[in-house]
């Protein structure tokens, strides 16, 4: 703004020297003599000096402007890279954080089939295989596309549990708990199992 107000004043200057001079050539020629020529000439001086003056200022504020678009732009970019990275970075943190808790469900329900299945220890199996459906249920909060959660398979062998009608005998708070986590997958064949899980409570 100091830069446009130096312009203007200076133009303004310009413009007033012209004047001034044209006043002392009006007062030092007597008798006044007036030609097309002189008019002209002094029209065109002071029309000159008022186009360059304007010239100047609109210049100055044209580069103001463009320095002002300039760094909105810049603002507007690293903004947009800003967003992009916290986006790759939730994105990436998610990705890490579902594949974490669908290892850990893996490897849980693995150790139920071959640790506890096969001795025929179906309380422990059926914890087991809960627990490894809850670490599951957990993966889905940070679930991202592409990455395909284990519920479906540890329901499954539930479900082979319920087939086979193995002796299990649960307390009010494991079938509490049991259901909770069922119901937490939003899994229509998990919806299915929880009354068998109400009907193993002595």
């Not at 007062?27 to 097309?36: A, F, G, I």
């Not at 002002?68 to 994105?91: A, G």
């Not at 494991?174 to 064949?189: F, H, M, P, Q, S």
Request: hydrophobic share 40%.
């Amino acid at each position: 703004m100091k830069k446009e107000s130096w312009i203007l004043t200076l133009s303004i200057v310009a413009l007033c020297l012209s004047i001034f001079s044209f006043l002392m050539w009006f007062c030092e020629y007597k008798p006044v003599t007036w030609s097309l020529l002189d008019v002209c000439f002094s029209v065109i001086s002071a029309g000159i000096t008022v186009f360059v003056a304007s010239q100047v200022y609109h210049s100055f504020t044209l580069v103001k402007k463009i320095d002002e678009r300039n760094t909105q732009l810049k603002n507007d970019f690293e903004q947009e890279c800003r967003r992009q990275i916290d986006e790759f970075k939730n994105e990436f943190r998610n990705c890490m954080i579902s594949y974490d808790y669908n290892v850990e469900a893996l490897a849980t329900q693995l150790y139920a089939i071959s640790v506890y299945l096969p001795h025929n220890n179906y309380k422990m199996t059926l914890k087991t295989l809960m627990d490894a459906l809850e670490k599951a249920n957990k993966s889905r909060n940070y679930e991202i596309k592409g990455i395909k959660n284990p519920s479906h398979g540890i329901i499954s062998f539930i479900q082979y549990l319920k087939k086979i009608n193995g002796e299990i005998k649960l307390n009010a708070k494991e079938v509490e708990r049991y259901k909770l986590i069922l119901a937490e997958t939003k899994d229509n064949d998990a919806i299915d199992l929880i009354p068998y899980i109400q009907s193993l409570l002595v």
